[in-house]
T-cell receptor, first 115, second 116 residues
Framework: EAGVAQSPRYKIIEKRQSVAFWCNPI?????LYWYQQILGQGPKLLIQ????????DSQLPKDRFSAERLKGVDSTLKIQPAKLEDSAVYLC?????????????FGEGSRLTVL | AQTVTQSQPEMSVQEAETVTLSCTYD???????LFWYKQPPSRQMILVIR??????QNATENRFSVNFQKAAKSFSLKISDSQLGDAAMYFC?????????????FGTGTRLQVTL
């Protein structure tokens, strides 16, 4: 079974530029998550989708971050304009169940460096 | 809001020995789930073990077991017979139950080194 796919793996941009990350979840997983993991910290949830609807985006900096999940499958996370503090690994995860004890399956992450 | 605290930034264990990673959490809820996730260097995070708060029995998965102390809000991970492949970052995580909007909250992680 194919895992969660993310691209690009690495991206270096200058501040005020824009960047987009793509995620393809495990087939059949209705729930998709984007996490931000800053060096030395645990992952922080940015946004959670259930199919193509947003369940939780309370920690998404909406003035610069946006995310969409078209047709309830792939998802894109965009940052525009980027700030230095956005340097982090962006993790995409998916799960069969929306909550409870359901296991999250993570991708390898997209590492963003903002100069 | 729930918080998860891992007070050990780094731990080291010799191969074949046992190590315990600590985790405490803060919540006012009575029903929830707790998890330990492993993040090997440059590889994706994977689930190690999970525990439902309503279950008194501690979860066990092969060499991995937990010590769940609900009253103390403590959830430690014990790794027995440590192997080189156990070297990774370990994250403790909390999730409210039930509800579709219950997000997974992670601690800051413990880096485990395994030495020969």
């Amino acid at each position: 079974e194919a895992g969660v796919a993310q691209s690009p793996r690495y991206k270096i941009i200058e501040k005020r530029q824009s960047v987009a990350f793509w995620c393809n979840p495990i087939s059949g997983h209705a729930t998709l998550y984007w996490y931000q993991q800053i060096l030395g910290q645990g992952p922080k949830l940015l946004i959670q989708f259930q199919n193509n609807g947003v369940v939780d985006d309370s920690q998404l900096p909406k003035d610069r971050f946006s995310a969409e999940r078209l047709k309830g499958v792939d998802s894109t996370l965009k940052i525009q304009p980027a700030k230095l503090e956005d340097s982090a690994v962006y993790l995409c995860a998916s799960s069969l169940l929306a909550g409870g004890a359901g296991e999250l399956f993570f991708g390898e992450g997209s590492r963003l460096t903002v100069l | 809001a729930q918080t998860v605290t891992q007070s050990q930034p780094e731990m080291s264990v010799q191969e074949a020995e046992t190590v315990t990673l600590s985790c405490t959490y803060d919540t006012s809820e009575s029903d929830y789930y707790l998890f330990w996730y492993k993040q090997p260097p440059s590889r994706q995070m994977i689930l190690v073990i999970r525990q439902e708060a309503y279950k008194q029995q501690n979860a066990t998965e092969n060499r991995f077991s937990v010590n769940f102390q609900k009253a103390a809000k403590s959830f430690s991970l014990k790794i027995s017979d440590s192997q080189l492949g156990d070297a990774a970052m370990y994250f403790c995580a909390y999730r409210s139950a039930p509800g579709t909007a219950s997000k997974l909250t992670f601690g800051t992680g413990t880096r485990l080194q395994v030495t020969l």
